[in-house]
């Protein structure tokens, strides 16, 4: 009876322990520079190894005791299958916030599927998927949002859109288009509006100050 | 008579207090260790000087470095050149890296080379380590007078304030304490806090 308690005691011990890991960040370099004050500099082939996402880039830095890592040129970040490519790169390793400016980023987003865990957003053998350009990217990580600034173009079901920000809010499956919005259809039918919301999930699209254009199909 | 064996008993007197004294000195000098320091040390110029079973490296005054060393070899032929030119320090204790006179590396070694001409040290089988817990190992360190550094030719591998580190080369610049790892760098950075799996 005895043994069988301590065997539980110690199965739960093992839950708990494997239950929470090690925070690491894995880098890779050609050279690195450790200076004073717990800053690294590294450049040529750097690889960047956090959790689920691997970082490739021309050069970097990481400040130790800020937890955060700064990576510039040819930043190609890759999450499972999403990938952001962008010429900088910020990354608050606390906060598990990311920003990528420089240039025009482009993003290719694949959604998490909402039901039985699926990852990646396959659904019936089908990947849903945005892909985006834009001026700068962020991201947080936990709340699984990302918001693209500054003259967004994004490609979403054969939809084009145009607007000056684009947030996507995975848990709600939400896409919102704010400012200066404009949609084409895979129909060839357009509107304007000052803001959209997008669900992805049943396709349906609220539009709030809109001026459009379309062909009526079927009319006598 | 009284007076001449006054005389007598005061020249043995003497005589047995000038040789003790003399035993005495000889003693003492005879009992010294061997020191052997080498480069200069303030304004006197100097190549080494024997003294305790320590061999000593000095740099604009400044004690550099400080090896406890049993056997000093001077190889009468050598591959490394002339006879003099490169000492050969075995059976080390421990030695010790300076900085404004405090120690700023400890390290244990297997054997080191010391190069007269250019006061270099070369460090075999080398494990460094500092007051923080950092520590750093590699078959082959040199240390360059020249360029006040520490180079190490070949693989090394270390871990510096929760962060682990290899590399195939690694230069350390002792003024500046500026590192720098080259060919196939990889570091693991430690960060505070933990994630749930």
Redesign the interface.
């Known amino acids: 009876m005895n043994r069988k308690i301590i065997g539980l005691m110690l199965l739960l011990v093992l839950i708990a322990v ?19 004050d ?1 800053v ?1 500099h ?1 450049e040529d082939g750097v690889q960047i190894r956090y ?1 689920e996402m691997i970082i490739n880039a021309l050069r970097g830095e ?1 400040l ?1 005791e800020e ?1 955060e890592l700064t990576l510039e040129e040819n930043v190609v970040a890759v999450q499972r299958k999403n990938q952001v490519k962008s010429e900088k790169m910020w990354m608050d ?2 906060e598990e916030y990311i920003f990528f400016s420089g240039g025009r980023v482009e993003t290719l987003y694949y959604l998490r599927g909402q039901e039985n865990g699926e990852e990646n957003g396959e659904e019936n053998g089908e990947e849903r998927m945005v892909e985006m350009w834009s001026d700068t990217l962020e991201m947080w990580e936990q709340r699984g949002e990302v918001l693209a600034k500054g003259s967004v173009e994004a490609l979403h079901d054969d939809m084009e859109l145009e607007a000056d920000e684009v947030l996507i809010e995975e848990e709600k499956d939400l896409l919102t288009a704010i400012g200066n919005v404009y949609v084409i259809r895979p129909d060839g039918s357009w509107f304007r509006a000052e803001k959209a919301e997008y669900n992805m999930e049943d396709g349906t699209m609220v539009a709030y100050k809109m001026e459009s254009e379309f062909e009526l199909r079927g009319s006598p | 008579m009284t007076y001449f064996k006054m005389r007598w008993k005061m020249i043995l007197l003497l005589s047995i207090f000038l040789i003790l004294i003399g035993v005495g000195v000889m003693w003492y000098f005879q009992s010294r260790d061997f020191v052997l320091e080498l480069g200069e040390q303030e304004e006197i110029r100097f190549h080494f000087r024997l003294g305790g079973n320590e061999v000593v490296g000095w740099s604009r005054g400044e004690m550099i470095w400080r090896i406890k060393v049993q056997s000093i070899i001077d190889p009468e032929e050598g591959g490394s050149g002339q006879t003099g030119e490169e000492l050969i320090l075995q059976d080390i204790e421990e030695g010790y890296f300076y900085r404004e006179g405090e120690v700023y590396i400890t390290f244990t070694v297997d054997e080191a080379h010391y190069h007269t001409p250019t006061e270099d040290l070369t460090l075999f089988g080398v494990r460094m380590e500092r007051p923080g817990g950092d520590w750093l190992e590699s078959d082959k360190m040199i240390y360059s007078k020249e360029q006040e550094s520490l180079h190490s030719p070949v693989k090394v591998i270390g871990e510096m304030s929760d962060t682990s580190i290899e590399a195939e080369e690694m230069t350390v610049f002792l003024q500046t304490e500026e590192m720098i790892f080259t060919g196939g760098v990889q570091m693991i950075f430690e960060l505070e806090g933990e994630t749930d799996e």
């Open positions: 494997s239950a929470t890991a090690e925070r690491k960040v894995f880098i890779d370099a050609e050279t690195a520079r450790f200076l004073e717990d690294v590294f959790e990481y130790g937890e390793l606390q």
